[in-house]
């Protein structure tokens, strides 16, 4: 059985969030969905507009998730070889923090597949935050 892990924030969940979570479940045959805890989303990207409890309750209710779980550090290899898996997935973006390239770094040093799913084009929860703003 193979086993994948992929952390996100998951805030104003849109169709690029399914299409991620649906190509990473395409990968293994059993899906982590890691949600970012509060804390990390105020430190490294800002305040969520909903919190992690609700982002957790919406993630658990799709049908391609398995197991849902708040993460509450930033060492994405760690998790994802606490819960046996063999794949780190991540969206495209994926790699602009410290964090983020240690997880690269510790996945290609131990053997852990990372895979890089692409974006949905057209939408993304920084342009939903934008688009209500200017209304």
């Not at 998951?10 to 299409?19: A, E, T």
């Not at 964090?99 to 939408?123: F, Q, T, W």
Request: net charge neutral; charged share 30%.
């Amino acid at each position: 059985m193979r086993k994948v892990y992929i952390p996100g924030v998951w805030d104003l969940f849109h169709i690029g969030h399914l299409n991620v979570i649906r190509e990473a479940k395409k990968l293994g045959d059993f899906l982590f969905v890691g949600v970012c805890s509060d804390e990390i989303c105020i430190r490294t990207k800002g305040l969520p507009a909903i919190k992690e409890e609700w982002r957790l309750e919406v993630i658990e209710s799709i049908k391609y998730v398995d197991c849902g779980i708040i993460y509450r550090d930033m060492d994405y290899y760690q998790t994802a070889k606490k819960l046996g898996a063999d794949i780190l997935a991540v969206g495209e973006d994926f790699g602009y923090l410290p964090e983020h390239r240690k997880a690269i770094d510790l996945c290609i040093e131990n053997g852990m597949d990372l895979v890089k799913i692409p974006r949905y084009s057209g939408i993304s929860s920084t342009l939903i935050k934008e688009s209500i703003k200017q209304i």
